[in-house]
C-alpha cells in the first residue's frame, strides 16, 4: 500500500513524502489439492456403489480453519455409452478466499454384446495328411464389431469328432467387448486323413486261377488315398469247374468321388479248345447267341459258307451310366465302324435274353432303356452283319 503526503507553508511552498508499506498475504486453501478424475470401468451400480467425496481427505493437515460446502450435479451426463457424474466442493477460509475443487467420475455403460457379421468360414480340407492341417484358430476371419468399444476374439473350445480316417472339429470362438459382453460362434472343419504309408488302392485286375475261387481281399487299417468295396458278385457256375466269377468293385476316392469297375476272374480246371465243332453250329448260319456250358457268357459263333468257323472280334465299347437306372447310352469307338443294321441283345446273370432290338447307323450317344429290368448285373451285346462282336456289362440298381 503507498501513501503520499504533501506539506504547504503560509507563502503556498508545497512538498511531497510517499511512505510504502508492503506485507504478505498467506491462505491455508493453497494447500489443498483437487483431485483428478476417476475412471470407474463398466456398468457401476449407481448411486448404491457410487463413491462419495471424502471431506476430511482435503482437510487433514491445513493449519486454518476452512467451511466446505459439497453440491453434487443435477444429474448424469451421457456422451455415447460413456457416463458421467461429480461434485463440485467450496472451500472458505476465516478471511472469505474461496477455493473450488471439481470430483469427477466417470464409467461406461455397456449390456449390449458384440454383433458378429461374419464368422471363420466352415472348411472341408478334402484329403490332406496330418502334416498339411493348417491349424484351428482362425480368429482372424471372423468379422464382429461392437457398438461400444473394440473387441477381443479367442478361440475357446474344440471338439473333434473322428469317424476311421475322416476328421471333424466343432470349434467355438468368443467374441468379448471390454465390459465383458460376449457373442460365440462356431466354425466346422473337415478333411479326410491319408496316411503317407498306406498302399494304393485300386480296382483288382483280371486274373486267371485254377479251379479255387480266391476270396476277396481285405482292406483295412491305414487311410489310404481311396477305399474299395466289393458290392456286388456272381458267377457263371462254378460247381461245374471251368466259369467265370464277376466282381463289382466301388472305389472311392477320399474326396467322394466314386467308380465302379469289373474284375473278371476265370477259372479253369482243364484248358479244352475254344473252337467249337460244327454239330455246335446251327444250319441256317445265323448268328446263335447262346450261354456256352465253358464260359456261361454270351458268345456269337458264326460259320462261313465253306463251313469254317469264324474268328470272333472285339473293339472298344463304352457304356454309360454305370450303374444305371432307366437307361444306358452306348458309344461304340471304332477305326472302322460296322455299317447297316446292328442285332442288340441283353443277358442277365445268369445268360438269359432279356432284352434284344436293332440299330440303325453309327452307335454315337445311342440310349438304350432298361428301367423295365430287375436289379442285377447284365451284359449288353452288339452283333454287326460282318460278324463282328462287342460285349459290355452293367449293372442295374434302383
Known sequence: ???????????????????????????????????????????????ADFPKPDVDSYLDGLDCEVKVEVLPDIDIVVVGCERYYGYTIIFTDECGNKKECREEYSWTYDVTPPTIIECAPDLDLGCITEDEFPGHDH?????????????TISLVSIEAVVDSCHVKYIQWYSIKDE???ESRCMQ?????????????????????VFCTVPEPPVFEGKCASASLELIFEFDTGCEDNNCLVYRYWLLTTCDGEQNIGVQ????????????????????DQKVDSRITEKTGMPEAVYESPDGNRLVKESGELVLYP???????????????????????????QYGRLVKEGRLEGQIIDRRIEV?????????LQLISKDNRIWNKSFLKLK
Open 322 to 348: 454305370n450303374p444305371s437306372q432307366n437307361y444306358v447310352v452306348l458309344n461304340l469307338n471304332e477305326a472302322d465302324p460296322p455299317v447297316g443294321r446292328i442285332q442288340m441283345n441283353v443277358y442277365d
Open 179 to 181: 465390459c465383458g459382453n
Open 1 to 47: 500500500m503507498i501513501r503520499t503526503y504533501t506539506i504547504s507553508d503560509s507563502c503556498g511552498n508545497t512538498t511531497q513524502c510517499v511512505i510504502t508499506y508492503i506485507w504478505t498475504q498467506l491462505s491455508c486453501l493453497d494447500q489443498i489439492k483437487c483431485k483428478d478424475p476417476v475412471y470407474l470401468g463398466c456398468n457401476p451400480n449407481f448411486p
Open 188 to 208: 466346422t472343419i473337415r478333411y479326410t486323413r491319408i496316411d503317407p504309408e498306406a498302399p494304393q488302392v485300386e480296382i483288382p485286375e483280371d486274373t486267371t
Open 371 to 379: 428301367g423295365d429290368l430287375p436289379d442285377g448285373v447284365y451284359v
Open 264 to 283: 473278371v476272374i476265370t477259372v479253369e480246371c482243364d484248358f479244352t479248345s475254344d473252337v467249337l465243332s460244327q454239330e455246335e453250329v446251327k444250319e
Open 139 to 151: 480368429s482372424d476371419k471372423i468379422i464382429a464389431i461392437d457398438n461400444c468399444s473394440d473387441v
